[in-house]
């Protein structure tokens, strides 16, 4: 069974870096898109992008495009989330999920999540 | 703004029937998978390409397609169906994913 284990909770102040993880175990993990979800503060999911660890092939929303960088390292089994200079409004819960379908970008396996906090 | 229409909230009774719906263009082309998200945890699927029920999912989840707009419903509301819905999709090229807003579902 793949599982996919999230990062700690991060506090960081505006215009600081960050890279959140997401690491997955289980002998399938290697055939799996990973992506980003955001979810703000008492608001809906936000797809945000999808990797494929294997090749580094990936795929963004548009509303994230140049916002964050999504990469992998595929010998740990590892997904990463980074930022280069945070805003207040990058506060928010971010899950990792992951789906073996290429182009239907649905999820259903999760992370439970990284909460992600931005203040001065 | 979400690229999915779902409606903030729809109330009902133990027992009677929910149904929430999710509109968008992108729904003529591409299927559309259903979430329920309760408070403090992750998502879970419940519903994928369109009708299709996951493993371990009750019956009293279905789901159905027609043009622009998917439904979700739930037969026989149970007190613990109470969590947030969400729709999801891709874009009309199937390049990115997109979700709807999310619909509160109360059980009264």
Avoid at chain 1, 12 to 21: A, F, R, V, Y
Avoid at chain 1, 71 to 85: C, R
């Amino acid at each position: 069974e793949v599982q996919l284990v999230q990062s700690g909770a991060e506090v960081k102040k505006p215009g600081e870096s960050l890279k959140i993880s997401c690491k997955g175990s289980g002998d399938r993990f290697s055939n799996y898109w990973i992506g980003w979800v955001r979810q703000m503060p008492g608001k809906g999911l936000e797809w945000m992008g999808i990797i494929f660890p294997g090749d580094s092939d990936s795929r963004y929303s548009p509303s994230f495009q140049g916002q964050v960088t999504i990469s992998a390292d595929k010998s740990i089994s590892t997904v990463y989330l980074q930022w280069t200079s945070l805003q207040a409004s990058d506060t928010a819960m971010y899950y990792c999920a992951g789906t073996l379908e290429t182009g239907n970008w649905y999820f259903d396996l999760w992370g439970r999540g990284t909460l992600v906090t931005v203040s001065s | 703004s979400y690229d999915l229409t779902q409606p903030p909230s729809v109330s009902v009774s133990p027992g009677q029937t929910a149904r929430i719906s999710c509109s968008g263009d992108a729904l003529t082309n591409q299927y559309a998978y259903w979430y329920q998200q309760k408070p403090g945890q992750a998502p879970v699927l419940i519903i994928y390409k369109d009708t299709e029920r996951p493993s371990g999912i009750p019956e009293r989840f279905s789901g159905s397609s027609s043009g622009t707009t998917v439904t979700l419903t739930i037969s026989g509301v149970q007190a613990e169906d109470e969590a947030d819905y969400h729709c999801q999709s891709a874009d009309s090229s199937g390049i990115y994913g997109v979700f709807g807003g999310g619909t509160k579902l109360t059980v009264l």
